[in-house]
């Protein structure tokens, strides 16, 4: 009230844009100086004016009134899921996959979005968010309790990675059946709990028995495959940035073969970006999804 009345000099216009009556400002102004212990205004019949303290409470009552604006906007754009601050989880192969372009996109489409990265593994993500280190995590599919919520995002066809010597190079397709006899490297249950399960429930349907010389996580199960120690099955993310040692054979796209990028949050606590982040994500893994074929 009093920024209109210092900006009109006139009681009876501020009244009006204030949409109250003359009378009422009156009193709300003797009421901001009497709890001031200054006098802001000088009145005469004629004139309204400033005082000298009333000239600098106006210009830092400016500066506040310009700032409660920015608030109120600010607040908008987040509600609206165009501003504020999300923290994601993505674990190794999701930061590998066309997720990790679409959030390049999602931030430069939504410059008033700060995104903050903390990179886990699957197994790690549920404490994550209980902690509140991450508002939601980009994992692979995972047993949670049922107070999280989880979303499909992404979907990508599993490979054979081998040395670029290894005779199944020679072979321009390949199916699980073809990897009988070969050393494999397998995935730790501890740490890559998802891909284990993926990788063993595909070969029991092609009735192969697998023989796994070695077990560990990704990226480092690939330094083992260069090593020449084994072959390995792996998503299609992981399949990005390797050294020419390597050769990677795009398996059947089947469902047992597939592999999965979910998002997960707690229930109770929906960040107001996470709609509009899914969304986003969504388009951009479907896009990708449409290259790839």
């Known amino acids: 009230m009093f920024c209109t009345v210092a900006q009109e000099l006139h009681f009876a216009r501020a009244a009006e844009r204030l949409f109250i009556s003359q009378p009422a400002l009156s009193h709300q102004i003797k009421r901001l100086e009497e709890a001031v212990g200054l006098q802001l205004l000088t009145r005469t019949t004629r004139t309204v004016r400033l005082t000298p303290a009333g000239t600098v409470f106006f210009s830092m009552a400016q500066d506040l009134c310009n700032d409660i604006d920015q ?8 509600a609206r899921g165009e501003a504020g601050n999300i923290s994601i989880g993505p674990t190794t192969t999701a930061a590998c996959s066309p997720l990790a372009e679409a959030l390049y996109r999602f931030r430069q489409s939504k410059p008033g979005i700060e995104i903050d990265l903390h990179e886990l593994n699957s197994v790690q993500m549920q404490g994550a968010l209980r902690l509140k280190t991450i508002d939601v995590a980009l994992m692979r599919p995972a047993a949670v309790d049922a107070d999280m919520a989880v979303e499909d995002i992404y979907q990508e066809p599993m490979y054979v990675a081998m040395r670029a010597e290894d005779d199944l190079t ?80 795009k398996l059947p796209q089947r469902p047992e073969l597939t592999a999965c990028i979910v998002m997960t949050m707690l229930k109770e606590r929906p960040h107001p970006l996470a709609a509009t982040l899914i969304s986003a994500l969504r388009q951009s893994a479907f896009a990708a999804s449409n290259i790839a074929r």
């Open 71 to 78: 608030m109120t906007k600010r607040a908008h754009q987040a």
């Open 170 to 249: 020679s072979r321009a397709r390949l199916d699980l059946a073809d990897l009988s006899g070969h050393p494999l490297i397998g995935y730790r249950p501890d740490a890559s709990p998802y891909f284990r399960n993926l990788v063993h429930q595909a070969f029991a349907r092609a009735k192969t028995i697998p023989r796994f010389a070695r077990e560990s996580v990704l990226p480092t199960l690939l330094t083992f495959v260069e090593a020449g120690v084994g072959i390995a099955v792996i998503p299609e993310s992981a399949t990005i940035n390797r050294g020419r040692t390597l050769v990677f054979r």
